[in-house]
């Protein structure tokens, strides 16, 4: 678990600042793909993360989340790929959640997104949160959105109704919603551990989507955990099979091919090493995966040869491929033509 330091002050601070600017809504960059000349430009990725509050939450967890997604959104634009984490602050009511600081914090009732798909949604309960009938709603669709594969993560007290985090009764006789707080408050986590659930969430799902290097540079700019506590954390992020460690290699890989990646890299992210993401890779997928990388880049080089008059080396290097030379040898082996040929023969049939 995590100790509370200056550090994290400075974060509740910044939070408290930058105030309902950092939480409220805002609208999603447009995934632009050519700048006004015609030419590329850096692709944008969208992940639209649910920040759901219950009454008494903790405002420090609250401000690391939204923190470590603003960091990760400036670190990733200085990179081939551009990552944009738009928080949406929910509740059961429209207005303002009180939280555990007596700070205010305005959210919007959840059934304006009802419609809405997010790609994790962190709900963050607190010690004396009085879950009653009301709550009964948003637990429900915070139920249906797991069931559609969004990430749910909960942070701080267990929340009753909660598929996998339920809190079964002692007896058939405890049916006061006060009583039933008291019970939970009792049993709740501690701060400390909230702040860990947190700051876990955030992580995992920034690793998941740019690598174990862009995580830690998120961990650190935050400087609120050690290497131990962030060694910890990214133990179990791939998931614990051998297919799920190969999924998430490929999805790295997939949306890294731009860069100049190693099959290393992508065994860092998987947490295996290379001759065994070598086999199992082979084995799920068909191909290895340097094959698998060389395919995403090519695909990203028919689309800039289609799309675009850039000439062969500048495809070449926003593909992630070391030199035109280097393109014209892979493209022909895999497509048997050239890319000027390609380029040629599409155009022809648009």
């Known amino acids: 678990m995590l100790p509370v330091s200056e550090s994290v002050l400075e974060v509740l601070v910044l939070f408290i600042q930058v105030g309902e600017e950092m939480m409220s809504t805002r609208p999603p960059p447009r995934p632009e793909t050519q700048a006004s000349d015609g030419t590329d430009v850096i692709p944008r990725r969208l992940r639209r993360v649910a920040v759901v509050l219950f009454d008494g939450f903790d405002l420090l967890s609250a401000s690391v989340i939204a923190n470590a997604f603003e960091a990760a959104s400036e670190l990733s634009a200085r990179g081939p790929i551009q990552w944009f984490y738009q928080i949406t602050t929910l509740s059961d009511h429209d207005g303002y959640i009180a939280s555990s600081a007596a700070l205010l914090v305005s959210a919007e009732t959840f059934d304006t997104h009802a419609g809405h798909e997010f790609d994790a949604i962190f709900a963050i309960v607190g010690a004396d949160a009085c879950i009653d009938a009301r709550s009964a709603p948003l637990i429900a669709w915070i139920n249906r959105a797991r069931s559609k594969a969004a990430d749910v993560r909960l942070v701080g007290a267990p929340l009753p109704g909660l598929d996998g985090h339920g809190c079964s009764e002692p007896n058939g006789r405890e049916h006061d919603s006060q009583a039933s707080a008291?019970?939970?408050?009792?049993?709740?986590?501690?701060?400390?551990?909230?702040?860990?659930?947190?700051?876990?969430?955030?992580?995992?799902?920034?690793?998941?989507?740019?690598?174990?290097?862009?995580?830690?540079?998120?961990?650190?700019?935050?400087?609120?955990?050690?290497?131990?506590?962030?060694?910890?954390i990214f133990e179990d992020v791939v998931g614990s099979t051998p297919a799920e460690k190969v999924r998430a290699a490929a999805h790295w890989l997939q949306d890294n091919c731009r860069r100049q990646v190693t099959i290393e890299d992508a065994a860092q992210v998987a947490a295996m090493s290379e001759r065994s993401l070598l086999r199992h890779f082979r084995s799920e997928l068909g191909m290895t995966p340097s094959d698998y990388l060389m395919h995403a880049r090519l695909?990203?080089?028919?689309?800039?040869?289609?799309?675009?008059?850039?000439?062969?080396?500048?495809?070449?290097?926003?593909?992630?491929?070391?030199?035109?030379?280097?393109?014209?040898?892979?493209?022909?082996?895999?497509?048997?033509?050239?890319?000027?040929?390609?380029?040629?023969?599409?155009?022809?049939?648009?």
Do not use: W
């Open 182 to 232: 008291a019970r939970l408050s009792g049993e709740c986590k501690t701060r400390s551990q909230s702040l860990h659930d947190a700051l876990t969430g955030a992580l995992k799902l920034i690793r998941r989507d740019m690598g174990d290097s862009m995580a830690r540079r998120v961990a650190e700019r935050l400087s609120i955990c050690s290497h131990d506590v962030l060694n910890a």
């Open 299 to 350: 695909q990203v080089v028919c689309n800039l040869l289609i799309e675009t008059d850039l000439p062969v080396d500048k495809v070449a290097k926003r593909a992630g491929l070391t030199s035109g030379d280097h393109l014209a040898r892979s493209f022909r082996r895999h497509m048997k033509t050239s890319p000027t040929e390609y380029r040629a023969q599409r155009r022809l049939q648009c």
